[in-house]
């Protein structure tokens, strides 16, 4: 393949920077999510009762957000290195740029709906 590399992003320090950072980031958060699932259950199952009364507190759908975006960042960040690293088309790197954002925004809006509709449903 020839590829000219003053065609693609001039931003791939930053990227590289902003992946290491959101790898952290997701590490700590998963740690959280890891221990607040299985952990603290005081030897319970993990039951749909179980997540609903946690999401009634103010911080558990705020750091589930945080987890979301970060892992959401992430990945998609990800994704896109490979993508342009191994497409020369200014076409196709733009296609496939869209089709991330896209598939992002949609993750992010149904991922986002979840986490309200945990934090607004009461307990039976």
């Known amino acids: 393949m ?4 003053k065609q693609t992003s001039k931003t ?3 990227a590289w920077l902003l992946q290491r950072i959101s790898a952290v980031i997701l590490f700590i958060l998963l ?3 890891f221990i607040t699932y299985h952990f603290l259950t005081q030897g319970r199952i993990t039951d749909y009762k179980y997540v609903l009364a946690k999401a009634q507190s103010w911080w558990f759908p705020l750091l589930q957000f945080m987890f979301l975006l970060t892992a ?15 497409t020369a088309s200014k076409f196709w790197r733009l296609v496939w740029y869209s089709l991330l954002l896209t598939v992002g925004t949609i993750l992010l809006f149904v ?3 979840t986490i309200i509709k945990l934090y607004t449903l009461k307990i039976a």
């Open 31 to 33: 740690l959280f999510h």
């Open 72 to 86: 959401l960042y992430h990945g998609l960040n990800g994704v896109w290195s490979v993508l342009e690293d191994y």
């Open 2 to 5: 020839n590829k000219n590399f």
């Open 111 to 113: 991922g986002t709906l």
């Open 12 to 14: 791939g320090s930053l």
